[in-house]
């Protein structure tokens, strides 16, 4: 690989590594914001049984 | 609203995207004068107009939000200058790459546009300090929406500085003639430019949608409580 080869590679690299960090987080927050919503639906049925 | 555009978007992010990596490597034609290296402007430069427009964007919705008094205004601007951070961030690493390849250097303190556009990137980084040291209410949305407004005005004078820059280090590719490029070269940077706006419309829908859920999910608990 020549030097330039290495430059164009490693910039696209970025992009795209960072990119997948942005879906990994949203991925992330995702999952938690499913877990409230089964705590909060967990809640909400209890009450109606109580 | 946002349900329906969401997959849309993604999907012509993911086509747009997957395009301009296909033109750029089989299609556009080699630069003489740089050669390889020169592949990086069809992402690098697009993904700065991108920051550029995440910004702007941004200070849209703090005029809206000073002006016509919305409450998602607020939310909405706070996403697209967090956007405008994450492109800004890859345009500086992409920047640096191309610098290094082409003039020998990580980054060049002699060249305005740098500077500018790392000047601009450092205040709007600042937002998000000002923002979270204040408690959730109008005062921290009013102050948020007053300092995106501010940072609007470097814009402008990032975008010019290397039109008004005496050290013609970096390089100049729209002028008042016109882009100084190929018609094939033109195409894959428009190709590159549609996939990164479209893609910031993608991440700016999906962390809004995100944000709304979690304030919802949040008010939810309040009234079970």
Redesign the interface.
Known sequence: M????K??A???L??FV??LA?VLI?AA??QR?QR??AD?LH??RE?DRG | MTAIRLPQLAAAATVLLGTS?ALIFFYAPTDADQ???Q??FY??VP?ALTAYACFAWGAWKALLYLWKRPEAADLESYVAIHQGV?FG??TL??GS??A??SWGVWWAWSDNQLVLFLVLFLFYSAYFMLRYSVDPGPARANMSAVYALFGVVLIPVSFLAIRLSRSFIHPVVFTSNGPQMTGSQFLVFCVALAGMLT?FAT?YQ??LA?KR??AD?KE??EL?A
């Open positions: 020549t030097p330039s080869e430059y164009v490693a910039a696209y970025v992009v960072g990119m942005y949203i927050k995702l914001l409230e919503v909060v809640q909400l009450r | 990596i050669g390889l290296s592949r990086i992402f690098h993904i994450i961030s890859l690493l992409t790459l191309w290094k390849i893609l991440f999906l962390e995100g859920l979690d999910l939810l608990r079970l």
